[in-house]
């Protein structure tokens, strides 16, 4: 029997029309066990919503996926690096140079691209697309 996949989704939003939303639902409907985090919605999707992944009961989380501004997600990586995290994706709008620099810092290796299609495409639903692309070590290229 193969273990349910978990995923954080921070920033999650109980409003349909937000990509925080639909990445909830899309999880869900691929049978991944979905964990919203956003301090400001109690529920999302009828899910119970944490105000933080630290307080997600678990101590590994197969993904986390971040739909925050980058100022406000440079504010939750250490609470993301404080679990034991498969991949790390950074949606689009979420990136910055700063924040990656900071993810990797703290032993993180973030993705940057839409994890709604990287799960589409993983588990062979509609609508696939690549969207995994890592993110060189922003440590070491040449200039840092």
């Known amino acids: 029997m193969t273990a349910e996949k978990t995923i954080a989704i921070i920033g999650a939003s ?8 639909k990445a909830v639902m899309t999880y869900l409907q691929a049978g991944w066990k979905v964990f919203p985090v956003n301090p400001f919605e109690r529920e999302v999707a009828g899910l119970q919503t944490y105000p933080s992944v630290r307080d997600i009961p678990l101590d590994r989380l197969d993904r986390v996926s971040v739909y925050l501004p ?6 939750v990586l250490e609470d993301i690096a404080s679990k034991q995290v498969g991949e790390l994706f950074i949606n689009p709008g979420a990136e910055s140079d700063e924040l990656v ?12 691209a839409c994890s709604i299609l990287a ?3 993983n588990e062979g639903m509609a609508g696939q697309g690549n969207a995994t692309t890592t993110v060189p070590d922003k440590k070491n290229a040449a200039g840092s």
């Open 119 to 121: 799960v589409r495409r």
């Open 101 to 112: 620099c900071k993810a990797q810092g703290l032993g993180l290796e973030p993705i940057l």
């Open 14 to 21: 109980a409003n349909p029309a937000k990509w925080s939303h």
């Open 70 to 75: 980058p100022r406000r997600g440079l504010a």
